[in-house]
């Protein structure tokens, strides 16, 4: 049985995803039961979108600028066991965002925002409707600073748009901010699954819905999960505030590659150009009774955390590759708040077995005592 999946991810959505996901849908259909068709989110190297991945059995083959007519040929290709070359992923196989953040460039009045869209992948898009939840941002310290009740959307260009909003906004909020669409915020559950040969990191998380990272197994090269956010470069935005991390395995291979923000095992690293520990951007992260064989130092790094809990995880050390990271701590704690460690055992020489703190008040950390956790 062939398995196809296809990328439906936004930016895989506006390079015509849809139109290829119904393509191979008829082509399904009238076969026989010969296939089956899925969706999933991003698959990585989004300048090659819209990306198909098929599986026939053999192995998992991922292909690129697939539109309506390469459906049919790669589908029948598959069908006769055409034989290609596995390829690994480049990005993670799950990355999960709202709608993402675009970038204010005139504030009309109180109740008036001209935006543009900063990613070219969603030039075009009907950003909001009429009574739709917005949050404002403030682009430095990546702060809401209010939300308000969409009333008119405008397209003014293919790039611009005009927001009309129910409520009066912030006074705060100036040329430059931005904003994202919180109704579609997604919940996120993600179960039972394994994560390997991916370059860059297993999950990527920005969401402000609830997220169940839960009985997984993780072994892509970069960081297993990371949970980031940002309005100012990929405007990939949304604060988590609700993420329960738990019964996951973190194979050795987490950590070999250092190809983008891999600061730990599980790295919590929003882009802030000036983060502000009164008001951290994240928010209720919980990591509980997980397995990590790290080979290096770093196993957690967060930044501009509120309310960060690693409790009975289990670390064991592993040998089979030669330590090389930088950063020297088991733990480290940047621009956080009420960060508790409790409850977890250590098996072998884990290296380090201690807490970096970086602009973080010491009386904000609770760690137990029989942790023998050394602090920084």
Known sequence: MVKITVGMATCGVYAGAARVFEAFRSLVDSDGAKATL??????GMCYREPLVEIDDGTGRYLYGDVDEKRALSLLQKKLESWNAPPVTLAEPPEETHPLEADRTVEKKNDKTLVCKFMHNQ????????????????????MNTAGFATVNTFTAKSPELFEITFNEPLPETIVEGDALENLTWTPDVVIRNSFFGSNRARGILMTTPGKVII????????GSA?????????????????????????FSDPCMTS??????????????IPKPDIKKPFHRN????NNEFHPFDYPVLYAKSVDGLVFNGNRIIRSNRFQPFHSRKSTFTFENCMNVGIAGNTFEGEVLG????????PLKTIKVEKKQQLVID
């Not at 839960?214 to 090269?221: L, P, R, T």
């Not at 100012?232 to 991390?245: F, H, K, M, Q, R």
């Not at 992260?285 to 509980?288: G, N, S």
């Not at 077995?353 to 973080?360: D, E, G, H, Q, R």
């Open 38 to 43: 899925h969706a999933t989110g991003c698959l």
């Open 122 to 141: 969603r030039i075009g898009f009907v950003w909001a409707r009429a009574g739709e939840k917005i949050g404002l941002i403030e682009n430095e310290a």
């Open 214 to 221: 839960e009985k997984n197994v993780f072994e892509s090269s």
């Open 225 to 249: 999960i990371l949970i980031a956010g940002d309005a100012n470069g990929w405007y990939e935005s949304g604060a988590v505030n609700d993420v329960l991390i738990r019964n996951n395995i």
């Open 258 to 271: 250092m190809y983008q923000f891999c600061e730990g095992i599980i790295s919590v690293y929003p882009e």
């Open 285 to 288: 992260i919980r990591i509980e």
């Open 353 to 360: 077995k201690n807490i970096k703190l970086i602009n973080t």
